[in-house]
């Protein structure tokens, strides 16, 4: 049995992987666009940031793919996919037959359609190549602006900081990371962000992007002008679907997929931030890896297919750690906070009909794993609302 | 080099050995406690350094010379005296006073002043004792000695919580327990019934009734006497007691059958409308029973006071004159005049406690002197009293506080010396005349009592008669009063110590009268005259209805003394009973416990805390005394209390009270701890000093809850605060460095963390990331959970107790062991004792 996957970031290694061990004698083949090993994209910030050297993004070597049956083929596009014949076309015109295919190809970083967004000197804030860009953009330290205060955002305004750079952030909200963050927690890390020299334009909307050969300055809607030598579009991110569109695949936000990641065609599974499962887009790498497990599950004939659980996000910003969970604007609930302004240490909880169905951890996320579970489980609290703001050590 | 003195406290008159400003340790060579001391005895030396002093005299809010001070003093009281005479003016003083002090207001009040209105607070304590005794055996005598109540075969403790209120008594007994039965008649199950062979919970008020049943047992058991008024006390003998008849049968029996019984009682007996006639209605059973004058047996009334003998020998009282010496009996007032040299001496008894303010109230009394007391709080229908002081031209105040509800109200302070600083002498409830020695320099420009008075005399005119060198001086002419108008069976004769020289005063040891000649040793007395008096019962003046159907009873804790102003400060002493607490019994709860409770009556309200207790009976409840506007303005509960008065003592009827309880309301309660007292103004507030200069601030009101007011007021530059919202619930705390500044919970209802864990982290070491993350739970981690200290000598929790119950310690003395808890002053052992008793031992395997 032959087995193609397309994509070889976090979701597509992991499925092609999992595969490999589920149908023994199976030839799988992984399938990457970019010239590198599988790597880590989460911790592209830290190559921003210095923090580590390429090699430590690298999650698999070739080796070890080669020696769990997976045949890994770097730099490999594939431009169409021609179900009638099981046949995937690289971009080199190379034909993959298979006898199913994995999509796996993630997203792209959203561009703005604004006056100006092709100069040089404006990235993305996706993958590697954005990240060596912005390297190189950095090495002339001078302004940069970033695009978006969103996690992408602040961890570009970050590493671009560590490196030298006079960074500000633009934000459409009074906040940033705004779903992940309530206000408070939004104004804490913009706080502790601004003592490492970001800036902050919020809230405030881009209308251009100025210059002559290079990108020069930022306009604002509010008529300022950011000087930047370097712009970074952090604005979101769009599923990878034009593969699947023009081969002719039920697309909506993503490539729809049933529980078992199955596409209309029972040859094709879609997974990971390409894919809409039972109309449900994912941003975060962990329900990805899930998806990826579920699927080879799936396909073997086993398991009980992906189920959405509830969004978590743990993230580190700035070196300020943070993770959130649920519904954490709280309209219509119960809000519990606990604030440390010494140490820089803030919580929110939201509380409906006795259960707990979002929080926000801010500075310290030791106790995530207690507060998803009261979440995900959603257990009445009871005599235990008395100490659940500070952990489950008072839980008992 | 320790100096030999008296503990200022109970009644018992405890011998102490003061070093300087460091702890105490009893006196091993005292009569009175054998070197034993109680839990606020053994703290005496942290009340040393108390802040709260009054240093100099203060006139009209201003600090004023000595000179200027006493001028204005004088002026009040001749203008008082001369626009509307003698009985214009008033003194009233204190069994906190010594005997000297006593001595110079009395003899400044009745011989020269002219009026007999200098009243003690000793009338709030034991006047219905005193008026027993005369009525008895025509002089304020107890028969008894503690030796007595070593020997006695059956103690029968009425209206006494003796192992709170005077716990080295209760030691004393407990350690001569062997053979020995004890009955508590009391409505209460206090600590003082841990152990007894029976408690007799009885109806409030219902003692005579109960010692008029006994009396016609005995009657009917064969016991005769040939002392007059049998017969007709016999007649008398009726009323209901409640308790159940196979008890009461128990007790009698006990009591007939047992030569050597003790009848102990106390301001439980006392502080009645019919506290002369439970006096006399025990006294009767002694003298049919035979047991008066016995070894081991006799009536012995117990004083709250260090010295409200002394007051009471000195006739600083309204209805007595000077040594025993009485109005009534012919001669004695004209020797007493002729003695004094006194030129208008008082004619007649003057008005008692309650009547003295009645009549400041009225406007009659144009110069009033408080000395060394706090009527605004201790006095009943407190409220009134207090406009009686606003009302009176000119109140002067000696103390040695410069805040108490009454200094506050004072035109002129005078400042006084304290415990440790003044000389002179007590006499304790067994007639023991002890020295209290100075040992520490007066502060600021405190001077003594008998000084000031002195100093008031001459400006007056009538300084030859107050012409003292010294307090011995002082001494010898009281002293010598007591030899006049004889001979006469007066018993109270310590004419023997007239002619002591300074040296011989400044040594005396303890000395029992009478001591009629140098060198008599005093002891038991068997009174000369006795007489059965009749003790028809009547029920307390005001009776329990449906608009106020509870009766409120009031009393001592065990850690506290009067109204707080010398054991408040002290930290160790607060945490035996933080918080003013309203004892009911759950089934007459209005609210559940630990709820504020509005405890309303005729006269007026005091707000406390509730707590439900099973030791209440039902339809009674009980607040203790102590709280002013200092500690906790709301939780005055004289402010409750009736003003009737007993009709032969005068003595107000402080243990019984119709009232009614209903929840306080108010939108939120809390609490701050905080390294410093805030000036908080919440309408229902407690102050409690913890160790450190930390102090916890209970408080409750309406409104929004004032997080912002609290953390402005608390707030201390380079500090950070954490902060906690949960619906109506916040919480905050302030930290500097690690270490904890303030906490601060508020909450919409009293369901508030306990304060004992938190309290704790103010003395424990920096405060880390993970333990300022829990903070605001206001609970440890892990641990145990928070428990009140029982054991204050060495700070042993309750918890800690029931550990080592648990563990297998079966007894006081294995608790002690295991725990040293109950090993130090001993003043917890009753409390250990029910704990043993509630929590059953493990068996062993």
């Keep these: 049995m032959r087995i193609v996957v397309v994509g070889a970031g976090p979701a597509g290694t992991r499925a092609a992987l999992r595969v490999s061990a589920r149908l023994p004698g199976a030839a799988v083949t992984l399938a990457g666009a970019e010239a590198a090993l599988p790597y880590d994209r989460v911790a592209l910030s830290k190559l921003l940031a210095g923090e580590i050297e390429v090699p430590a993004l690298l999650t698999h070597s070739a080796r070890a793919l080669r020696d769990a049956g997976v045949g890994y083929r770097p730099g490999t596009r594939i431009a169409a996919v021609d179900r009638a014949a099981k046949r ?139 000087p930047a030598r370097l712009v970074v579009m952090a604005v979101g991110i769009r599923p990878q679907v034009a593969l699947a569109r023009e081969a002719g695949l039920d697309v909506g936000r993503g490539i729809k997929a049933d529980r078992g990641l199955f596409t209309a065609d029972p040859a094709v599974q879609a997974l990971g931030e390409c894919a809409e499962v039972e109309g449900q887009c994912i941003g975060l790498v962990a329900p990805a890896l899930e998806q990826a497990e579920a699927a080879a599950a799936a396909l073997a004939g086993q398991g009980q297919g992906w189920a959405a659980r509830t969004d ?75 100490s659940l703001a500070f952990g489950p050590g008072l839980a008992a | 080099m320790s100096t030999r003195t008296t503990c200022p406290y109970c009644g018992v008159g405890c011998g102490v050995l003061a070093n300087g400003t460091g702890p105490v340790a009893g006196d091993p060579a005292h009569p009175a406690n054998h070197g034993r001391l109680c839990s606020k005895g053994t703290a005496l030396g942290e009340t040393i350094a108390a802040a709260n002093r009054l240093l100099h005299p203060e006139v009209d809010g201003k600090r004023a010379s000595w000179d200027a001070a006493l001028d204005a003093v004088a002026e009040a009281f001749a203008v008082a005296r001369a626009t509307n005479g003698p009985d214009a003016t008033a003194l009233y003083v204190s069994g906190q006073l010594l005997t000297e ?84 008649i009391d409505p209460r199950r206090t600590a003082s019934c841990e152990g007894a062979e029976l408690h007799l919970p009885i109806r409030p008020g219902g003692d005579v009734a109960l010692f008029n049943a006994l009396l016609r047992h005995l009657s009917g058991a064969g016991f005769r006497s040939e002392k007059p008024g049998l017969a007709a006390a016999l007649a008398a003998a009726g009323g209901e007691t409640g308790l159940p008849a196979a008890d009461t049968k128990k007790f009698f029996d006990w009591f007939a059958s047992t030569e050597k019984t003790v009848t102990l009682f106390s301001q439980g007996a006392n502080q009645s409308s019919a506290g002369a006639d439970k006096a006399n209605a025990i ?27 002394g007051g009471r020998e000195t006739g600083a009282l309204a209805n007595m004159l000077a040594g025993h010496l009485e109005w009534e009996t012919p001669g004695e007032a004209e020797a007493l005049a002729s003695f004094w040299r006194a030129p208008n001496l008082a004619p007649r008894p003057g008005l008692k406690a309650v009547d003295m303010f009645r009549a400041a109230a009225e406007g009659r009394i144009g110069a009033l002197w408080v000395m060394a007391t706090n009527p605004a709080v201790s006095l009943p229908a407190s409220d009134s009293v207090r406009a009686a002081l606003a009302r009176t031209p000119t109140l002067v105040v ?94 109270f004769d310590i004419s023997g110590l007239a002619e002591l020289s300074d040296a011989e005063y400044a040594s005396m040891p303890p000395t ?106 039902r339809g009674d409840v009980f607040a203790p005394m102590h709280w002013t506007d200092v500690w906790a303005g709301a939780a005055r509960i004289n402010a409750a209390v009736n003003p009737d008065t007993d009709p032969v003592s005068g003595q107000p009827e402080l243990k019984h009270t119709p009232v009614a309880l209903t929840p306080y309301v108010a939108d939120w309660h809390g609490f701050v701890l905080h390294r410093g007292k805030l000036a908080s103004a919440a ?77 704790s982290l103010f003395a424990g070491s920096a405060i880390g990331s993970d333990a300022r993350r829990t903070l605001l739970a206001g609970r440890p981690a892990e641990g145990p959970p928070p428990s009140p200290t029982i054991c204050i000598c060495h700070g042993v929790s309750r918890a800690a107790i029931e550990a080592a119950i648990r ?39």
Excluded at chain 2, 288 to 301: A, C, K, N, V, Y
Excluded at chain 2, 534 to 554: E, I, S, Y
Excluded at chain 2, 826 to 833: F, L
């Design chain 1, 312 to 386: 978590s996000a743990a993230l580190k910003v700035s070196g300020t750690a943070v993770w959130s969970a649920g519904d954490i604007g709280g309209a219509d609930g119960e809000i519990l906070t606990l604030h440390d302004e010494g140490e820089d240490f803030y919580r929110r909880l939201v509380v409906k009909q006795d259960r707990l169905v979002g929080a926000v951890l801010y500075g310290d996320t030791a106790d995530s794993g207690f507060y998803l579970d009261l979440i995900t489980r959603r257990l009445p609290l009871g005599r235990m609302r008395a």
């Design chain 2, 683 to 759: 309408p229902w507030q407690a102050f409690i000093p913890l160790e450190g200069d930390v102090w916890r601030h209970e408080m409750a009101g309406r409104g929004a809850p004032p997080l912002e007011e609290l953390r402005a007021a608390c707030a201390v530059p380079g500090a950070t605060w954490i902060t906690f919202q949960d619906r109506e619930l916040h919480r905050a705390a302030q930290l500097c460095e690690g270490r904890l500044i303030s906490v601060i919970f508020l909450g919409p209802d009293h369901a508030l963390p306990p304060r004992e864990w938190l309290a």
């Design chain 2, 283 to 309: 006294i009767n059973c002694h003298m049919l029973h035979g047991s008066l004058g016995r070894p081991g047996g006799g009536p012995f009334s117990i004083t709250g006071q260090p010295n409200a003998m």
């Design chain 1, 88 to 226: 995937a076309i690289t971009a080199r015109g190379e034909a993959l037959d298979y006898d199913h295919l994995i999509l796996a190809m993630g997203s792209q970083a959203v561009r703005l359609p604004l006056p100006g967004a092709e100069l040089p000197g404006v990235v993305g804030y996706r993958d590697l190549a954005d990240v060596r860009a912005m390297l190189r953009a950095a090495e002339g330290r001078g302004n940069a602006v970033v695009i978006g205060g969103g996690l992408l955002g602040l961890e570009a305004a970050a590493g671009l900081a560590a490196r030298g750079m006079r960074v500000t952030v633009v934000h459409a909200v009074d906040w940033p990371m705004e779903r992940q963050l309530d206000a408070r927690a939004g104004a804490l890390l913009a706080t502790r962000m601004g003592g490492r020299g970001i800036r902050f334009a919020m809230p405030a909307s881009t209308v251009a992007l100025e210059g002559e050969g290079h990108v020069q300055g930022v306009r604002l809607s509010d008529g300022r002008l950011l």
């Design chain 2, 398 to 491: 000696s103390d040695c506080v410069a805040d108490s509800d009454t200094v506050r109200a004072a035109r002129i302070r005078l400042p006084a010396l304290g415990w440790g600083e003044k000389d002179g002498t007590v006499t304790n409830s067994e007639r023991v005349i002890s020295r209290q020695r100075g040992f520490l320099p007066a502060p600021g420009e405190a001077r003594p009592d008998w000084w000031i008075i002195a100093q008031v005399a001459t400006r007056l005119g009538w300084g030859d008669a107050f012409a003292w060198p010294n307090a011995a001086a002082i001494f010898r002419e009281h002293a010598a009063t007591t030899g006049l108008a004889r001979p006469s069976l007066r018993q």
């Design chain 2, 101 to 184: 002090d006593y001595y110079a207001a009395n003899k400044f009040a009745k011989g020269f002043l002219g009026t007999a209105n200098i009243d003690s607070n000793s009338r709030l304590c034991m006047a219905s004792a005193v008026a027993g005794h005369k009525r008895a055996f025509g002089e304020d005598i107890v028969p008894c000695t503690y030796e007595d109540l070593e020997q006695a075969e059956l103690i029968v403790l009425v209206g006494s919580n003796l192992a709170w209120c005077h716990p080295v008594l209760f030691q004393r007994i407990q350690a001569a327990r062997a053979g020995k039965r004890v009955v508590v």
């Design chain 2, 512 to 617: 029992r009268w009478p001591v009629a000649r140098r060198g008599d040793v005093g002891g038991r007395i068997v009174p000369p005259v006795q007489r059965f008096v009749a003790t028809p019962f009547r029920a307390p003046a005001n009776a329990p209805g449906d608009a106020h159907p509870l009766a409120l009873n009031t009393g001592r804790l065990r850690d506290q003394w009067h109204t707080m102003t010398r054991t408040g400060p002290v930290p160790r002493l607060m945490a035996h009973s933080p918080e003013p607490l309203l004892h009911a019994h759950p089934d007459d709860a209005p609210a559940s416990d630990g709820a504020l409770v509005r405890v309303a009556s005729r006269w007026g309200a005091a707000v406390l805390r509730l707590k439900h207790d099973q030791a209440q009976r």
């Design chain 2, 807 to 845: 563990a297998g310690a079966e007894g006081v003395a294995a608790v002690g062991k295991a725990t040293e808890a109950g090993t130090g002053c001993g003043s917890c052992r009753p409390e250990i004792a029910a704990l043993c008793a509630a929590l059953p031992v493990p068996e062993s395997t």
